[in-house]
C-alpha cells in the first residue's frame, strides 16, 4: 500500500530557483525520509526526520515535518541543472518494526539550465 | 560505503520463461528487499527478506517468489515471465535497527522487457 502521496507529480523550475515537494502520509511514524532517483537509476538515501523533530537541514536541502498535518516538504534551495530527477518521501511506520519503508510516487523535478 | 549490485542492467525474456534477478549486497544487512517500479505507481514492494531463508510477501506477491540462502544475496524469480511483469526492478538492503533510523540502499535497477 503506498501511504506516500507527493505533490506536484511534475515541477519544471529555471536555474537558480528554489523546488518545493510536498509528501502526505496516513499513518503514525518514526521517522520520514527524502530518496533521490536520476533517472533509469536506483534511488539514493538524502535525509531523515525523526518524528519529533520539525525541520533539518542538510546543504541546499531543508526538510520540514508537520506529524499533526501528516505532512513533509522537501526544498532544495538555488537549483542546479543536476538536480534533476525524480524525489520520493518515505515512511518508516509506527507499528512494526520490520524495517519496511513505505515510498510515495514521487515529483519528478526538471531543473532548466 | 554500502554497495547493492544488481546482476543484469538490461534483461529481454520471452513469455512463459523463468527468470532470475540477482541482487547482492557487501554490508552484512539483515534486511533485503525487491520493488518494482512502473510509471504512475512509484515503488511497490514485492518480497522483503529479514533473515537467511526467511521472508515476507509485500504488496504484490503474485507471480513472483524469492530465494534467500546466503545473507548476502537476494534472488527474485519470476516463474513464468508475461507482459505485465515488464518494468524496473530495484533491490534494496537495509540493517535490522531495533526503533532506530532505518535507511535503504538501493542497486541500480534491473529493466525488465517482456516479449
Known amino acids: 500500500s503506498q501511504q506516500g502521496e507527493e505533490d506536484p507529480q511534475a515541477l519544471s523550475i529555471q536555474e537558480g530557483e528554489n523546488a518545493t515537494m510536498n509528501c502526505s502520509y496516513k499513518t503514525s511514524i518514526n521517522n520520514l525520509q527524502w530518496y533521490r532517483q536520476n533517472s533509469g537509476r536506483g534511488l539514493v538515501h538524502l535525509i531523515l526526520i525523526r518524528s519529533n523533530e520539525r525541520e533539518k537541514h542538510s546543504g541546499r536541502l531543508r526538510v520540514t515535518l508537520d506529524t499533526s498535518k501528516k505532512s513533509s516538504s522537501l526544498l532544495i534551495t538555488a537549483s542546479r541543472a543536476a538536480d534533476t530527477a525524480s524525489y520520493f518521501c518515505a515512511t518508516d511506520p509506527l507499528i512494526g518494526n520490520t524495517g519496511k519503508l513505505i515510498f510515495g510516487q514521487g515529483t519528478t523535478l526538471q531543473v532548466k539550465p | 560505503d554500502v554497495k547493492v549490485t544488481q546482476s543484469s542492467r538490461y534483461l529481454v525474456k520471452r513469455t512463459g520463461e523463468k527468470v532470475f534477478l540477482e541482487c547482492v549486497q557487501d554490508m552484512d544487512h539483515e534486511n533485503m528487499f525487491w520493488y518494482r517500479q512502473d510509471p504512475g505507481l512509484g515503488l511497490r514492494l514485492i518480497y522483503f527478506?529479514?533473515?537467511?531463508?526467511?521472508?515476507e510477501k509485500g504488496d504484490i506477491p503474485e507471480g513472483y517468489s524469492v530465494s534467500r540462502e546466503k545473507k548476502e544475496r537476494f534472488s527474485l524469480i519470476l516463474e513464468s515471465a508475461s507482459t505485465n511483469q515488464t518494468s524496473m526492478y530495484l533491490c534494496?538492503?537495509?540493517?535490522?535497527?531495533?526503533?532506530?533510523?532505518?535507511?535503504?540502499?538501493f542497486g541500480p535497477g534491473t529493466r525488465l522487457l517482456v516479449l
Open positions: 527478506s529479514y533473515d537467511v531463508k526467511m521472508k
Open positions: 534494496a538492503s537495509s540493517p535490522y535497527v531495533v526503533r532506530g533510523r532505518v535507511t535503504q540502499y
